[in-house]
T-cell receptor, first 115, second 112 residues
Framework: DSGVTQTPKHLITATGQRVTLRCSPRSGDLSVYWYQQSLDQGLQFLIQ???????AKGNILERFSAQQFPDLHSELNLSSLELGDSALYFCASSVGGGANTGELFFGEGSRLTVL | QQPVQSPQAVILREGEDAVINCSSSKALYSVHWYRQKHGEAPVFLMI?????EQKGHEKISASFNEKKQQSSLYLTASQLSYSGTYFCGTVERETSGSRLTFGEGTQLTVNP
């Protein structure tokens, strides 16, 4: 158990819909990262938040948005869903927020299926 | 900039050694290595921060050539439990935050 909690674990929805994925970081970690992993693919960096502020941005679509709340939990919002958005979405957390960040602790992921 | 990993896949017999390579075209601050078993979350193996420094994790070690932006992961006397996909992740020097960009992964299979 990494200490990172993601909900829901599984989600099935239709094209055009909107979903919200939630992540609670490990106790004491200030950074939250979101990654997308399509079937048998690599981990695509989406976005990083540190202590409530956006710190780094990857190839995140405009239809996707995220935020980190004062209690440090984070939400990833996916809208106007397309079939290609079906993937495993991982949240990870770490203590630091800069280039010298250490280990990332990954949650178990939220598997999104768009039909 | 996504790092490039090679080989894409490796099949070993238990007890054999393997090397997985990772390279980047960008100046790097650090290289991370993670292992992901099928259906599970990636798990941290090690991080390398200085040129030429080697870090070890049981029978798994790695090196980082800062000048060449290359890192290699060494798996010695492989065990069945080593099977999985290995990802290298890189943090570029000229980057904001902790943008950790992963390669496509190397699928390692260890057979009895």
């Amino acid at each position: 158990d990494s200490g990172v909690t993601q909900t829901p674990k599984h989600l099935i929805t239709a094209t055009g819909q909107r979903v919200t994925l939630r992540c609670s970081p490990r106790s004491g970690d200030l950074s939250v990262y979101w990654y997308q992993q399509s079937l048998d693919q690599g981990l695509q960096f989406l976005i990083q938040y540190y202590n409530g502020e956006e710190r780094a941005k990857g190839n995140i679509l405009e239809r996707f948005s995220a935020q980190q709340f004062p209690d440090l939990h984070s939400e990833l919002n996916l809208s106007s869903l397309e079939l290609g958005d079906s993937a495993l979405y991982f949240c990870a957390s770490s203590v630091g927020g800069g280039a010298n960040t250490g280990e990332l602790f990954f949650g178990e992921g939220s598997r999104l299926t768009v039909l | 900039q996504q790092p490039v990993q090679s080989p894409q896949a490796v099949i070993l017999r238990e007890g054999e050694d393997a090397v997985i390579n990772c390279s980047s075209s960008k100046a790097l601050y650090s290289v991370h290595w993670y292992r992901q078993k099928h259906g599970e979350a990636p798990v941290f193996l090690m991080i390398l921060l200085k040129g030429g420094e080697q870090k070890g994790h049981e029978k798994i070690s790695a090196s980082f050539n800062e000048k060449k932006q290359q890192s290699s992961l060494y798996l010695t006397a492989s065990q069945l439990s080593y099977s999985g996909t290995y990802f290298c992740g890189t943090v570029e020097r000229e980057t904001s935050g902790s943008r950790l960009t992963f390669g496509e992964g190397t699928q390692l299979t260890v057979n009895p």
